[in-house]
């Protein structure tokens, strides 16, 4: 790789960890409800809505009540996807007159959408409504991201309270996180993004002409959309000539921006952040992938801000930044190798187009590898699953990095708040295992770690391991699972264990060649967003429930402190092995022998 490279790299790192303080300090005040500069612009918006709503934004609720309407607003906000999308042939803002959207997708996106996964088993321009992608995904894209912001406002609450039984207000902490969080800075980035060339209309789409028309032997499909074969095995295909070209727009711009602020990642187009028109030019580029950790860094001052020691929440940040720095290299590293079967034919792979300088299969030319190794590991840091190229023509390491990083539970980073209240609850295991190590009953800022909290806190970390690797082996013990794999064997695997790993991640992105958009999948897939989503937020809800009654206890000569690089390091230790030790068997079928095969084919 070359300097120019490790610079491009080196000053994304920079610029996030620069801009995490002050938006950290504004944030935490706008939970804390101290006057910001937003407050006499939005502030009667806010008053307005809690009327209209009948909320009484004084009144705070324990964990139980706090979690129902949690899951109450989220099931609905489901339930309105799902009813857009299947009559989506009758609404209005549907130009390309775009039929209803099949149960079994309509269950699959709802959920997607529902649980900030954005996991997508259809083409947005050639499947979704102008109405279904703003009305539905894209406020979904909003909330979805509120709701991990405000779990990790609530635990947050809970350890810097004493004796107390309430943890927040959700109605409130949801409408503050829209109004004075996410709204501004979409509205903002959005602005940019059009600047940039990134489409924004209503209008249909334009059909216009070629400059010389194309023959190709177009694949025949039976009723169910399934390819039709020969007796042979083979497509059955016809002539055909295609001399116009439909060109897809829509309302693209405000969807971009929150689904790359609210780690949402849901793309207008199928392409996502490869297309053109939602990521013409390396301005935006470089502002969408800083956007996807943007608020996950800067949370981890707001709660360092809250508890009232700000070191906590830079020791968060380190431990995430030494594990997203590390993988970012080993991934821009194995893409700048090439691949060295092609080296074996003779190809110079510095020199040459095919591969200038690395492994160019699957990413834009405009981007490049250093730029399409970033997105990919910041993506999968974060719960976000956008891409700028396709993760499925990574080498078998470079593939291994996101993979990896969704298989740690999504922590490094992570998605808007859900990183963060997954990282500390692997914070809760760290200090309880120190604990064990010197016999003394571990704490966490002043608050005694007992064993109702050690179960909350396991529940969250083992179920997105358990959920990833419980689908993969029904997916891959099914033949309706196996003939959804476009390549064999390790790779073949590789597809299924990225898939689940990335719906109990919550993350979205893919592995493409897999075919998901089938009654199985998306079922399965579907059925593991939901539980890798809420099994983790109830859990953590429950554990700030416990937390928020006990006193704090004064640091003592055993005390952990939980701030200094020597605690930095043993978080990222028990977050590694943790990952390594569940995932490495699963790992070794894939994308490890599959390295293996590609130095040794024979």
């Given at each position: 790789m070359s300097g120019n490279g490790y610079l491009?790299?080196?000053?994304?790192?920079?610029?996030?960890?620069?801009?995490?303080?002050?938006?950290?300090?504004?944030?935490?005040?706008?939970?804390?409800?101290?006057?910001?500069?937003?407050?006499?612009?939005?502030?009667?918006?806010?008053?307005?809505?809690?009327?209209?709503?009948?909320?009484?934004?004084?009144?705070?609720?324990?964990?139980?009540?706090?979690?129902?309407?949690?899951?109450?607003?989220?099931?609905?906000?489901?339930?309105?996807?799902?009813?857009?999308?299947?009559?989506?042939?009758?609404?209005?803002?549907?130009?390309?007159?775009?039929?209803?959207v099949t149960p079994d997708s309509s269950f699959n996106t709802a959920v997607s959408f529902m649980t900030n996964t954005n996991w997508q088993g259809y083409g947005g321009e050639s499947t979704m409504s102008y109405l279904s992608q703003m009305a539905g995904l894209t406020v979904q894209n909003f909330v979805s991201a509120a709701t991990g912001i405000v779990v990790v406002i609530a635990l947050t609450r809970a350890l810097a309270r004493q004796s107390a039984s309430t943890i927040g207000n959700f109605w409130v902490d949801l409408t503050r996180t829209v109004l004075y969080i996410l709204l501004p800075l979409a509205f903002v980035l959005a602005l940019v993004l059009v600047s940039q060339g990134v489409v924004q209309t209503f209008e249909a789409y334009p059909t216009v002409p070629l400059s010389e028309s194309v023959q190709y032997d177009q694949a025949q499909t039976d009723a169910d959309g399934q390819p039709l074969k020969d007796a042979a095995g083979n497509p059955v295909t016809k002539p055909a000539t295609q001399s116009e070209q439909v060109i897809a727009v829509g309302p693209a711009a405000s969807q971009i921006s929150i689904k790359q602020l609210g780690t949402n990642g849901g793309g207008f187009f199928n392409a996502n952040s490869a297309h053109p028109f939602e990521n013409p030019t390396p301005l935006s580029n470089f502002l969408e992938v800083l956007a996807i950790l943007l608020i996950p860094a800067a949370l981890c001052y707001t709660f360092g801000a809250m508890v009232g020691d700000t070191r906590q929440g830079w020791a968060l940040l380190a431990a995430m930044t030494i594990v997203f720095v590390v993988l970012l290299g080993v991934c821009a590293w194995s893409e700048n190798q090439g691949n060295p079967q092609l080296t074996a034919l003779g190809v110079d792979q510095t020199t040459t187009a095919l591969q200038p300088g690395g492994n160019m299969e699957g990413k834009e030319t405009r981007f490049g590898i250093v730029n399409s190794a970033l997105w990919a590991t910041a993506t999968t840091a974060a719960s976000n699953g956008s891409v700028n190229s396709m993760h499925d023509s990574f080498t078998p390491l470079g593939g291994l990095v996101p993979m990896w990083l969704m298989q740690l539970g999504e922590v490094i980073f992570g998605g808007v708040g859900s990183g963060l209240y997954g990282m500390l609850m692997f914070v809760v295991v760290a200090v309880f295992v120190a604990g064990l190590m010197i016999g003394r009953t571990p704490e966490y800022l002043g608050k005694k770690i007992e064993a109702y909290e050690m179960k909350m806190a396991s529940i969250a970390v083992l179920m997105p391991l358990f959920t990833a690797l419980f689908g993969t082996a029904v997916a891959v013990s099914l033949d309706v699972g196996k003939s959804g794999v476009a390549n064999p064997a390790a790779h073949g695997f590789s597809e299924i264990l990225y898939a689940f790993s990335s719906a109990s991640g919550n993350n979205g992105s893919a592995f493409a060649g897999l075919s998901a958009n089938t009654p199985f999948y998306n079922t399965a897939i579907g059925v593991v967003m939901f539980f890798a989503r809420y099994w983790i937020i109830v859990p953590v809800l429950a554990f700030a429930g416990s937390v928020v009654a006990k006193k704090r206890v004064p640091a003592g000569a055993g005390t952990l402190p939980t701030h200094t690089m020597l605690f930095v390091f043993w978080l990222v230790g028990v977050v590694i092995v943790i990952g390594a030790l569940t995932f490495f068997p699963a790992l070794a079928l894939g994308p490890i022998v599959e390295h293996l095969q590609l130095y040794h084919p024979g």
């Open positions: 491009q790299l080196a000053f994304y790192v920079v610029v996030l960890i620069g801009l995490a303080k002050p938006l950290g300090a504004y944030m935490a005040r706008v939970y804390e409800g101290r006057p910001s500069f937003l407050s006499r612009i939005v502030g009667p918006f806010e008053r307005l809505i809690y009327r209209a709503c009948g909320v009484d934004a004084s009144k705070e609720t324990n964990w139980v009540g706090y979690t129902i309407a949690l899951l109450v607003f989220n099931l609905f906000g489901g339930l309105v996807v799902y009813g857009l999308q299947r009559l989506q042939a009758y609404l209005p803002f549907n130009p390309a007159g775009m039929a209803a």
